[in-house]
C-alpha cells in the first residue's frame, strides 16, 4: 500500500502552485535547502558532488549546490499533524489553502522522503546537486518527480 503525505500548498490551474514560499510547491534556497557555492570542477557530469579525493583541486567557475543534509520540503503524514496553520478549515485549521496528498511512490530520481520525526516528514535531495532550482520546477534532473493528487478540499 502507498504511503500518502499531506501538504496544504497554493492551487493554481487545479495543481499546487511551483515556487519559493512556504505555500508553495517547492524549495525556499537558504531555508528549506542549504545552498552552497563550490568550483564547478567538484562536480561530475551529472552534477553530483564528488567525493573529496576525487576532486579537481584547480579552482574554476562557482557553481550553486543544493547540500544534502537533513533539511527539505515539509510534508506530513497525517492530515491530522499538519500544524493548524497549513491545514484547511475544512479539516480543523485555519490554513486558507487546499490540502494535497503525495504517493511516496512518485517521489524518485533525485528526490527523497525521509521521516524525520513521528508525524513529519521532509522531502529533499539525495545527494548534495548541481541543481537546486529543480526543486521548485515541474521536472528535475534524473527524471525526479513529485506527483501529487487533486487537492482535498
Known amino acids: 500500500m502507498a504511503t500518502l503525505y499531506y501538504r496544504g500548498m497554493a492551487e493554481e490551474n487545479g495543481k499546487p502552485k511551483v515556487g519559493r514560499s512556504a505555500r508553495l510547491l517547492g524549495i525556499r534556497p537558504g531555508i ?3 545552498i552552497k557555492q563550490v568550483p564547478r570542477n567538484w562536480l561530475d557530469e551529472q ?3 564528488q567525493p573529496e579525493a576525487e576532486r579537481n583541486p584547480s579552482s574554476d567557475e562557482l557553481v550553486a549546490v543544493a547540500i544534502r543534509n537533513t533539511k527539505g ?3 506530513s503524514l497525517s492530515i491530522e499533524s499538519l500544524p493548524t496553520f497549513r491545514r484547511p478549515i475544512t479539516f ?3 490554513g ?6 503525495i504517493d511516496d511512490s512518485k ?3 533525485d528526490l527523497e522522503a525521509v521521516q524525520d520525526s513521528p508525524t513529519h516528514v521532509s522531502i529533499l535531495p539525495r545527494a548534495t546537486i548541481s541543481k537546486p532550482q529543480s526543486f521548485s520546477q515541474e521536472r528535475s ?3 525526479s518527480s513529485v506527483v501529487l493528487s ?3 478540499h
Open 150 to 152: 487533486a487537492s482535498l
Open 32 to 34: 528549506d535547502i542549504d
Open 96 to 101: 486558507k489553502d487546499p490540502l494535497w496528498q
Open 107 to 109: 517521489i524518485t530520481g
Open 47 to 49: 552534477g553530483y558532488l
Open 73 to 75: 520540503m515539509s510534508v
Open 92 to 94: 480543523g485549521g485555519t
Open 141 to 143: 534532473p534524473r527524471n
